[in-house]
């Protein structure tokens, strides 16, 4: 019997992945600053189980503009991990960190500016993976990012259908990084429910 | 006072002449859109995944999660509101593919797996697709108005279309 059944899923089961959350928000972070040059400072990430219908709302409306970067997982644990950032955050970041002006915010990505986010998106979730990993010993390997600008709705259709497999709500870690500029970050970790087991047993649950 | 009511992901919703239904957002997700066209009453769901039958064992189905549950629940409730069973007609949007990769990942193409299953199913309800507006690899909002048939898609940086 699995122990995770994320229709019902029980305080303590949940308290660990919102821990898992919260730490690994705080190496994403932590590489994000690295990245830039500069302190970023996070606010305590929120982490919900939510309802399908609702993730949308949750992230500004299901027709919010925003970019996804997406990543499969293997190894020990098999999913996909996904980061997501409002579309003038993500125009914002990629400027700074390419040095460049942000004169054009609500235009489209430019090839090496869509190369830049994904790069982001690259190290973010792999600071974020790299936490889960040292913190339960489990090998994880991501696949190289692809990335996608779009409708919030329509980016989260794909991990939704992957918990969709699993049950009919999924784990939303949302997470608020401030520099200078104000960054709205999300991400939403799609293990299977085997892997969740895996990360629980891992961790002596 | 005509309303646009709003259907969620895994969501289906009736529909009468002259309020109008809405979905957000569709991604890899397929909207079946279905309307007696001389009663105007109609429908839409917004499925997520092909097939119930492999969930089958794994306890409750969420009915409008699915193309063979969710398009047969809409059917059911639209005829069940008036409307002739044998005159329906659907049109469909959506099952796109998002990211591109070419993975082991079995859900990869899925998008496409629901758009040849909401076909299938549909063909077994003998219900004619009148238009469609499937794959590539972009999000899809859409607007049906039962009094019209009209099934309004709008994408980001692609405009407005009816099918």
Same mark, same amino acid.
């Given at each position: 019997m699995a122990k995770v059944d994320l229709n019902n899923m029980e305080g303590v089961y949940f308290d660990v992945l919102r821990e898992i959350g919260n730490i690994g928000a705080g190496n994403a972070t932590t590489a994000l600053a690295q990245m830039l040059g500069t302190k970023v400072d996070m606010h305590v990430p929120k982490v919900d189980l939510l309802d399908f219908?609702? =993730?949308? @709302?949750? %992230?500004? *409306?299901? @027709?919010? /503009? %925003?970019? $996804?970067?997406?990543? =499969? /997982? @293997? $190894?020990?644990? !098999? *999913? !996909? #991990? %996904?980061?997501?950032?409002?579309? +003038?955050?993500?125009?914002?970041? /990629?400027?700074?960190? %390419? *040095?460049?002006?942000?004169?054009?915010?609500? $235009?489209?990505?430019?090839?090496?500016?869509? +190369?830049?986010?994904?790069?982001?998106?690259? #190290?973010?979730? $792999? +600071?974020?993976?790299? +936490?889960?990993?040292?913190?339960?010993?489990?090998? #994880?390997?991501?696949?190289?990012?692809d990335i !996608?600008?779009?409708?919030?709705?329509?980016i989260l259709s794909v991990p939704a259908i992957e918990f969709g497999t699993l049950g009919d709500k999924m784990l939303l870690i949302a997470t608020e990084f401030t520099d200078d500029i104000k960054l709205e970050g999300y991400f939403i970790l799609v293990p299977d429910l085997e892997s969740y087991d895996k990360i629980l047993t891992s961790l002596g649950m | 006072m005509s309303e646009m009511i709003k259907v969620g992901m895994a969501d289906l919703k009736l529909c009468k002449a002259p309020d109008a239904v809405t979905t957000l957002g569709l991604g890899s997700c397929v909207g079946i859109a279905i309307r007696d066209p001389i009663t105007k009453i109609g429908g839409l769901a917004h499925i997520m995944l092909p097939d119930s039958t492999q969930f089958a064992n794994s306890g409750n189905i969420n009915i409008p999660k699915f193309a063979d549950t969710g398009a047969k629940e809409l059917v059911?409730?639209?005829? &069940?509101?008036? &409307?002739?069973?044998?005159?329906?007609?659907?049109?469909?949007?959506?099952? &796109?593919?998002?990211? &591109?990769?070419?993975?082991?990942?079995?859900?990869?193409g899925v998008g496409q797996r629901n758009v040849e299953a909401v076909k299938k199913v549909l063909a077994e309800l003998k219900i004619p697709i009148l238009a469609s507006d499937t794959g590539l690899n972009f999000g899809r909002t859409v607007e049906f108005y039962p009094e019209t048939g009209d099934y309004i898609i709008k994408a980001v940086g692609k405009g407005v279309k009816t099918i």
């Amino acid at each position: 019997m699995a122990k995770v059944d994320l229709n019902n899923m029980e305080g303590v089961y949940f308290d660990v992945l919102r821990e898992i959350g919260n730490i690994g928000a705080g190496n994403a972070t932590t590489a994000l600053a690295q990245m830039l040059g500069t302190k970023v400072d996070m606010h305590v990430p929120k982490v919900d189980l939510l309802d399908f219908s609702q =993730v949308g @709302e949750a %992230m500004g *409306g299901e @027709e919010q /503009v %925003m970019a $996804g970067i997406y990543l =499969v /997982v @293997e $190894g020990d644990i !098999s *999913g !996909s #991990i %996904m980061f997501l950032l409002e579309k +003038s955050s993500a125009k914002a970041l /990629v400027a700074r960190l %390419m *040095g460049s002006d942000n004169d054009n915010p609500e $235009g489209d990505f430019d090839e090496m500016e869509l +190369s830049a986010l994904k790069e982001i998106g690259n #190290i973010i979730t $792999g +600071s974020y993976l790299s +936490s889960l990993s040292t913190l339960t010993n489990l090998n #994880i390997f991501p696949s190289p990012p692809d990335i !996608s600008i779009d409708m919030c709705g329509a980016i989260l259709s794909v991990p939704a259908i992957e918990f969709g497999t699993l049950g009919d709500k999924m784990l939303l870690i949302a997470t608020e990084f401030t520099d200078d500029i104000k960054l709205e970050g999300y991400f939403i970790l799609v293990p299977d429910l085997e892997s969740y087991d895996k990360i629980l047993t891992s961790l002596g649950m | 006072m005509s309303e646009m009511i709003k259907v969620g992901m895994a969501d289906l919703k009736l529909c009468k002449a002259p309020d109008a239904v809405t979905t957000l957002g569709l991604g890899s997700c397929v909207g079946i859109a279905i309307r007696d066209p001389i009663t105007k009453i109609g429908g839409l769901a917004h499925i997520m995944l092909p097939d119930s039958t492999q969930f089958a064992n794994s306890g409750n189905i969420n009915i409008p999660k699915f193309a063979d549950t969710g398009a047969k629940e809409l059917v059911k409730i639209i005829v &069940a509101a008036g &409307a002739n069973r044998t005159r329906l007609v659907a049109k469909i949007a959506g099952g &796109a593919q998002m990211f &591109a990769f070419s993975s082991k990942n079995e859900l990869t193409g899925v998008g496409q797996r629901n758009v040849e299953a909401v076909k299938k199913v549909l063909a077994e309800l003998k219900i004619p697709i009148l238009a469609s507006d499937t794959g590539l690899n972009f999000g899809r909002t859409v607007e049906f108005y039962p009094e019209t048939g009209d099934y309004i898609i709008k994408a980001v940086g692609k405009g407005v279309k009816t099918i």
